[in-house]
Nanobody
C-alpha cells in the first residue's frame, strides 16, 4: 500500500504549512505512523511519529515547531509545521515508523529566506 503525502509548497522562513497523508494503513491502531523527509543527496530521516493512542515523538530539530496528528476515522495523518526554516526544505513522506510500506512520491516543501 503506497502512502501519498500532500500539502507541500513554497513558504517563507517563519511561515507554516500543513501536510496530509491518507491511507487505510493509518486506521490500523497497531501501527505507529511517521513522517519522514529527505534532502537530495542525503539520507531520509524520520521527523515525527504518532501512535494510535496519540503518543508522539519528534526529531530534536523540529521539536516545538512541528505537530504530528492522526485521525483514524478519516484514515488521515497530518504534520502541522510552524516557524519553518531553511533547514526544513526537503521532500516529505509518510510511512509506518519502520518504513514497512512502499514509499510514495512525497510532497516537496521549500522554505525561502
Amino acid at each position: 500500500v503506497q502512502l501519498q503525502a500532500s500539502g507541500g509548497g513554497l513558504v517563507q522562513a517563519g511561515g507554516s504549512l500543513k501536510l496530509s497523508c491518507v491511507s487505510s494503513v493509518i486506521a490500523n491502531t497497531n501501527i505507529i505512523m511517521a513522517w519522514f523527509r529527505q534532502v537530495p543527496g542525503q539520507q531520509r530521516e524520520r521527523v515525527a511519529t504518532v501512535s494510535a493512542r496519540g503518543f508522539r515523538e519528534y526529531l530534536n530539530s523540529v521539536e516545538g515547531r512541528f505537530t504530528i496528528s492522526r485521525d483514524i476515522s478519516k484514515m488521515t495523518m497530518y504534520l502541522q509545521m510552524t516557524n519553518l526554516n531553511l533547514g526544513d526544505t526537503a521532500v516529505y513522506y509518510c510511512n509506518t515508523r519502520g518504513a514497512s510500506r512502499e514509499w510514495g512520491q512525497g510532497t516537496e516543501v521549500t522554505v525561502s529566506s
